[in-house]
């Protein structure tokens, strides 16, 4: 059954040897996917998804990544994010006026 998951990425690292790890939020907790070229690590990302994830880090882009019946990645969306701060900012701006 394929299956997603909703978030942004929040760390990422890159090695000497050409493995790149990148920390994923979503849900309250903190995910660590892993791309490499060795084929035979488990949970490895493909390149290709693994660029683009880590061009999002200090952006406001959220990710959507979509995992195929066999749990491996098949392709991301990417969308610009909410700002919960500003949004809750707006509503009190609003009260305050509202209450003139």
């Not at 942004?8 to 690292?13: D, F, G, H, L």
């Amino acid at each position: 059954m394929t299956h997603s998951i909703f978030g942004q990425v929040t760390t990422v690292r890159k090695f000497a040897h050409g493995d790149i790890e990148f920390d994923f939020y979503h849900e309250d907790e903190i995910t660590t996917y892993r791309y490499s070229s060795d084929p035979s690590r488990l949970g490895n990302f493909p390149k290709e998804l693994v660029e683009i994830l880590v061009s999002t880090l200090t952006s406001n882009v959220c990710v959507e990544i979509f995992f195929g019946d066999d749990g491996n990645p098949t392709h991301v969306e990417l969308e610009e994010c909410d700002d919960e701060e500003e949004d809750l900012e707006e509503e009190l701006d609003d009260d305050s006026d509202s209450d003139d």
